[in-house]
């Protein structure tokens, strides 16, 4: 993956738990529906921080796939951490619109952070269905 751009920046800053204020416009928007809720926030700092709440552990891509769209990318990912000793994973999309070079909007999908008793029963629940058996849970 290009660190050279600022897409690649922000992904090496995810798995790095640390976002480099360089690759945002001061006036940037985050847009994201995670579980249950949807919100806004705007500015450098704010997004900021908000997503290194987000992304407060070193963590490692499990896949990434970065698409082209007019005006910027639409980035795929799942990212495994450890958090207190335990494993952590989630699953996320961002459509992310650049203006000169730099991240403009980041609209996010998130389907939550997934703790290592729930990802087990998900990887379960995916052995269950590639021999053909409906899940229960």
């Given at each position: 993956?290009?660190?050279?751009?600022?897409?690649?920046?922000?992904?090496?800053?995810?798995?790095?738990?640390?976002?480099p204020?360089?690759?945002?416009?001061?006036?940037?928007?985050?847009?994201?529906?995670?579980?249950?809720?949807?919100?806004?926030?705007?500015?450098?700092?704010?997004?900021?921080?908000?997503?290194?709440?987000?992304?407060?552990?070193?963590?490692?891509?499990?896949?990434?796939?970065?698409?082209?769209?007019?005006?910027?990318?639409?980035?795929?990912?799942?990212?495994?951490?450890?958090?207190?000793?335990?494993?952590?994973?989630?699953?996320?999309?961002h459509?992310?619109?650049?203006?000169?070079?730099?991240?403009?909007?980041?609209?996010?999908?998130?389907?939550?952070?997934?703790?290592?008793?729930?990802?087990?029963?998900?990887?379960?629940?995916?052995?269950?269905?590639?021999?053909?058996?409906?899940?229960?849970?």
């Open positions: 993956m290009s660190t050279t751009d600022a897409v690649g920046k922000f992904l090496a800053g995810i798995e790095q738990a640390s976002l204020a360089d690759i945002f416009c001061e006036d940037i928007l985050l847009d994201a529906t995670v579980p249950n809720w949807r919100f806004s926030v705007r500015g450098t700092e704010a997004v900021r921080a908000e997503l290194g709440k987000w992304y407060a552990d070193l963590g490692r891509f499990e896949e990434v796939k970065r698409s082209p769209v007019e005006g910027g990318e639409v980035v795929e990912f799942t990212l495994s951490w450890q958090e207190d000793g335990v494993p952590h994973s989630c699953h996320q999309a459509l992310i619109r650049l203006r000169d070079g730099r991240i403009a909007k980041d609209t996010v999908f998130c389907g939550g952070r997934w703790p290592g008793p729930l990802l087990a029963q998900m990887e379960e629940a995916h052995r269950a269905a590639e021999q053909g058996a409906v899940p229960t849970g």
